[in-house]
């Protein structure tokens, strides 16, 4: 009686383990396809598109400096009104007419 039992055990550990590695091996074999594809940009093309990614980044973050800069906002200057006086340029900038209100405290 007890061998049957175990012997059940035993193979519907088998069966458990085998789907585990199967589904494993399935998970393995999409992460290598992703690599693959990855693969197939040589190191220095990926080191140019980040490098890339990067200049449009700085681009437009200075560009939006710029507009905010040319619309009022002074980042080099007096902060005591700091979050307000962005504000207002972005709302300047969005052609909107800047509120003047006091900036609170978080």
Do not use: W
Request: charged fraction near 20%; glycine fraction near 4%.
């Amino acid at each position: 009686m007890k061998f049957k039992q175990l012997s059940l055990f035993v193979i519907s550990a088998g069966i458990a383990l085998s789907l585990t590695s199967f589904s494993m091996s399935q998970a393995s074999a999409a992460t290598s396809d992703s690599a693959a594809s990855d693969s197939t940009m040589s190191k220095q093309e990926l080191k140019a598109q980040k490098k890339a990614d990067r200049k449009a980044r700085r681009a437009t973050k200075n560009a939006e400096l710029n507009k905010l800069e040319k619309n009022g906002y002074n980042p080099a200057g007096n902060q005591s009104n700091y979050p307000q006086n962005l504000q207002n340029a972005q709302q300047k900038a969005a052609g909107q007419k800047p509120t003047n209100a006091p900036a609170v405290a978080p």
